[in-house]
């Protein structure tokens, strides 16, 4: 009998043992479970014959569940039968029309809008690659984009005929055949093609078509600013896409959940996690064309939304906006995404009230990622033992001074101690491969590093520099090198430079990004060095930035020097300045900021840097 006894005490104090000594020990359970889960579900896919993508996936929930709603937007609602007919029609048009086969790959140059949808679903059902391209950029951006993806058709959307026109000369040098999304269209060298996909048949193609697609196969390329020059664009594979795709599962998202996704396409976060998660789910998809701080809650109220696609700084712009009486007056249980910090997560749960946020860590390209499945606080994600195997990771020690790893007298690099910080890398093996960029080797190899802890061996550098505390959470530190964060847009510094300097009045450009109280990320700043004799035309400066960048990416502040601080090796030095920022009681030269009203740079004053720091001027 006391055996017994002492059998059911343990039993029933098992548990509570557990969750004093191991705390999170439920948790790392369930998620190892779920890790399980779809990796034996990756290998299904994988082997099976063909090999089964999204998009098989989709064509599923059309067969299961025909008139479950898929995409609402602005008013009109679309079930998966109506999208997946849409998609044939796309598919038809473009077969009968362009000479592309499967393996070939066309660009899209389209807003957040259904079309997206249903024109990336048609052209997968021809077996091609995709090609995001950022609606925002522009030129010369532009034209690089679309070349470094290898395609021979654009198809763009018609809010988009002035970009294209822009760039049209040169599109019709390389024979690229250019497909605009309106009824007609006069310019001579554009197609346009919405009659075609009205008179299109809406059978579906035949699967022959895409019998050759494996899970290596290139399915999307989805650009991205990594550290040095215009944006590259990452292979996305068929295998890459499943992986994001199943966030959305992993984080506990249901069947019968309502997702609201005002994040771009163009991005693996609206595409991958956002988009595709909802289709692995089969869920209804709220989609917007731009995120908006004052709508997002009437969205979500209007719509039933439960889930809600988040980055940073769309949490932290909803916390700024004006408290109201409904603000917790909604059904949204659950916010999934990268990038809140701490005090943002801890507001946002006061104001709208208590949901699950899942917030999670990767890279497009990337071969390493962290879910943050405790909700813990702060945390970008949460390493156990089984993810470690998976995925061999570590955080080595980084020297911000000569922006590089610190190697050992063998020439190795060094692991930091738990809670240091240092930078995130990956070991490129054949389970957790990088897929580089297309048509872009030099690249590629930038982001490897190579003899990190023994002769021979290959990482992928993220660019990130992290701290894992002792209780297993990864935070996120900071970003390295030539890039920095804006309105969740990463921005290359050499890019907005290489802007500045084609300019006549300006000689060398160092561009890096600043803090700026209130905001995430930091904001870009420059600090020119003027040609000889010549003076600062902010107007003029101003005109060229409009032309050639988003407005994410051009600087607010710009600082002119005399000279301009290298390296030995003549690389520009950032550190001392991104210390200064624009506080022009601590920058003695002449200091500037972009004032969009006047369309002009005007001279930095005290009253703009306090009106800055109290967060009544907005950037
Ligand atoms: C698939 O590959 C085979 C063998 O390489 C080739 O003969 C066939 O034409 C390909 N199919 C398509 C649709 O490209
Ligand atoms: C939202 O849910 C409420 C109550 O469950 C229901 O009455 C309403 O019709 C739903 N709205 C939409 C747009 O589905
Ligand atoms: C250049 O950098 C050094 C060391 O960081 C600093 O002492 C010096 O003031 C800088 N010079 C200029 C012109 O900014």
């Given at each position: 009998?006391?055996?017994?006894?002492?059998?059911?005490?343990?039993?029933?104090?098992?548990?509570?043992?557990?969750?004093?000594?191991?705390?999170?020990?439920?948790?790392?359970?369930?998620?190892?479970?779920?890790?399980?889960?779809?990796?034996?579900?990756?290998?299904?896919?994988?082997?099976?014959?063909?090999?089964?993508?999204?998009?098989?996936?989709?064509?599923?929930?059309?067969?299961?569940?025909?008139?479950?709603?898929?995409?609402?937007?602005?008013?009109?609602?679309?079930?998966?039968?109506?999208?997946?007919?849409?998609?044939?029609?796309?598919?038809?048009?473009?077969?009968?029309?362009?000479?592309?086969?499967?393996?070939?790959?066309?660009?899209?140059?389209?807003?957040?809008?259904?079309?997206?949808?249903?024109?990336?679903?048609?052209?997968?059902?021809?077996?091609?690659?995709?090609?995001?391209?950022?609606?925002?950029?522009?030129?010369?951006?532009?034209?690089?984009?679309?070349?470094?993806?290898?395609?021979?058709?654009?198809?763009?959307?018609?809010?988009?005929?002035?970009?294209?026109?822009?760039?049209?000369?040169?599109?019709?040098?390389?024979?690229?055949?250019?497909?605009?999304?309106?009824?007609?269209?006069?310019?001579?060298?554009?197609?346009?093609?919405?009659?075609?996909?009205?008179?299109?048949?809406?059978?579906?193609?035949?699967?022959?078509?895409?019998?050759?697609?494996?899970?290596?196969?290139?399915?999307?390329?989805?650009?991205?600013?990594?550290?040095?020059?215009?944006?590259?664009?990452?292979?996305?594979?068929?295998?890459?896409?499943?992986?994001?795709t199943f966030f959305q599962s992993m984080c506990?998202v249901?069947?019968?959940?309502?997702i609201?996704?005002?994040?771009?396409?163009?991005?693996?976060?609206?595409?991958?996690m956002g988009?595709?998660g909802a289709?692995e789910r089969?869920?209804?998809?709220?989609?917007?064309?731009?995120?908006?701080?004052?709508?997002?809650?009437?969205?979500?109220?209007?719509?039933?939304?439960?889930v809600?696609?988040?980055?940073?700084?769309?949490?932290?712009?909803?916390?700024?906006?004006?408290?109201?009486?409904?603000?917790?007056?909604?059904?949204?249980?659950?916010?999934i995404?990268?990038?809140?910090?701490?005090?943002?997560?801890?507001?946002?749960?006061?104001?709208?009230?208590?949901?699950?946020?899942?917030?999670?860590?990767?890279?497009?390209?990337?071969?390493?990622?962290?879910?943050?499945?405790?909700?813990?606080?702060?945390?970008?994600?949460?390493?156990?033992?089984?993810?470690?195997?998976?995925?061999?990771?570590?955080?080595?020690?980084?020297?911000?001074?000569?922006?590089?790893?610190?190697?050992?007298?063998?020439?190795?690099?060094?692991?930091?101690?738990?809670?240091?910080?240092?930078?995130?890398?990956?070991?490129?093996?054949?389970?957790?491969?990088?897929?580089?960029?297309?048509?872009?080797?030099?690249?590629?190899?930038?982001?490897?590093?190579?003899?990190?802890?023994?002769?021979?061996?290959?990482?992928?550098?993220?660019?990130?520099?992290?701290?894992?505390?002792?209780?297993?959470?990864?935070?996120?530190?900071?970003?390295?090198?030539?890039?920095?964060?804006?309105?969740?847009?990463?921005?290359?510094?050499?890019?907005?430079?290489?802007?500045?300097?084609?300019?006549?009045?300006?000689?060398?450009?160092?561009?890096?990004?600043?803090?700026?109280?209130?905001?995430?990320?930091?904001?870009?700043?420059?600090?020119?060095?003027?040609?000889?004799?010549?003076?600062?035309?902010?107007?003029?400066?101003?005109?060229?930035?409009?032309?050639?960048?988003?407005?994410?990416?051009?600087?607010?502040?710009?600082?002119?020097?005399?000279?301009?601080?290298?390296?030995?090796?003549?690389?520009?030095?950032?550190?001392?300045?991104?210390?200064?920022?624009?506080?022009?009681?601590?920058?003695?030269?002449?200091?500037?900021?972009?004032?969009?009203?006047?369309?002009?740079?005007?001279?930095?004053?005290?009253?703009?840097?306090?009106?800055?720091?109290?967060?009544?001027?907005?950037?």
């Amino acid at each position: 009998m006391s055996v017994f006894l002492t059998l059911l005490v343990g039993l029933v104090l098992l548990p509570v043992l557990l969750r004093l000594c191991f705390p999170y020990f439920w948790d790392d359970m369930r998620y190892v479970l779920q890790m399980v889960k779809v990796a034996l579900r990756l290998r299904r896919y994988r082997s099976s014959d063909p090999c089964y993508t999204i998009l098989d996936c989709f064509l599923d929930t059309v067969k299961r569940n025909p008139e479950k709603k898929f995409l609402i937007f602005e008013g009109e609602s679309y079930s998966y039968a109506e999208v997946d007919r849409l998609s044939n029609k796309v598919s038809n048009a473009v077969r009968a029309f362009c000479s592309v086969k499967e393996g070939d790959t066309v660009a899209l140059l389209l807003g957040n809008e259904p079309s997206f949808v249903w024109f990336w679903l048609g052209l997968s059902k021809l077996g091609l690659t995709v090609s995001l391209l950022n609606h925002n950029i522009r030129s010369k951006s532009l034209l690089h984009c679309f070349n470094c993806c290898g395609a021979s058709v654009l198809i763009a959307g018609e809010d988009l005929r002035d970009a294209v026109e822009e760039v049209l000369p040169v599109l019709k040098e390389q024979k690229v055949m250019v497909l605009l999304l309106a009824d007609r269209c006069d310019v001579d060298g554009i197609i346009g093609f919405n009659e075609k996909i009205k008179a299109a048949s809406d059978k579906p193609p035949p699967i022959s078509l895409r019998s050759n697609v494996t899970i290596k196969s290139p399915a999307l390329y989805i650009y991205t600013s990594g550290t040095t020059g215009l944006p590259k664009a990452a292979v996305i594979s068929q295998e890459r896409m499943w992986l994001a795709t199943f966030f959305q599962s992993m984080c506990g998202v249901t069947s019968d959940d309502i997702i609201y996704i005002c994040l771009p396409l163009y991005h693996s976060s609206g595409f991958l996690m956002g988009l595709t998660g909802a289709i692995e789910r089969g869920i209804t998809v709220v989609l917007r064309r731009k995120f908006s701080a004052s709508q997002f809650w009437n969205d979500c109220r209007k719509h039933n939304v439960t889930v809600i696609q988040y980055i940073g700084e769309i949490m932290r712009y909803l916390c700024n906006t004006p408290k109201s009486e409904n603000d917790r007056v909604h059904k949204v249980r659950m916010a999934i995404g990268n990038g809140i910090r701490g005090d943002t997560w801890e507001e946002f749960l006061r104001r709208f009230g208590d949901l699950c946020i899942c917030e999670c860590y990767g890279a497009t390209e990337g071969n390493v990622g962290f879910v943050n499945y405790a909700g813990k606080i702060g945390a970008t994600g949460r390493v156990n033992a089984l993810l470690k195997l998976a995925m061999p990771f570590a955080l080595i020690k980084y020297n911000t001074e000569n922006e590089e790893p610190v190697r050992d007298s063998r020439g190795f690099c060094v692991e930091v101690p738990t809670g240091e910080t240092g930078l995130m890398v990956s070991k490129i093996t054949k389970q957790t491969p990088f897929r580089g960029y297309a048509n872009s080797p030099e690249q590629t190899e930038k982001k490897k590093l190579r003899n990190v802890f023994v002769k021979g061996d290959i990482y992928y550098n993220s660019g990130d520099l992290m701290k894992i505390d002792e209780h297993g959470f990864v935070y996120f530190q900071d970003r390295i090198g030539d890039t920095f964060r804006w309105k969740g847009e990463n921005v290359a510094t050499s890019e907005v430079s290489d802007v500045l300097i084609s300019m006549d009045l300006i000689e060398e450009a160092n561009v890096y990004g600043v803090k700026v109280p209130g905001h995430e990320g930091r904001t870009g700043m420059a600090a020119l060095k003027l040609m000889e004799g010549q003076n600062f035309d902010g107007a003029a400066v101003f005109e060229l930035m409009e032309n050639l960048l988003p407005s994410y990416a051009r600087p607010r502040f710009i600082r002119i020097q005399e000279a301009l601080n290298t390296t030995s090796t003549f690389k520009h030095t950032k550190k001392m300045l991104v210390e200064e920022g624009f506080d022009p009681n601590t920058v003695r030269d002449q200091l500037y900021f972009l004032l969009d009203a006047k369309k002009t740079y005007v001279p930095m004053t005290h009253d703009i840097f306090n009106s800055i720091k109290d967060g009544q001027l907005k950037l």
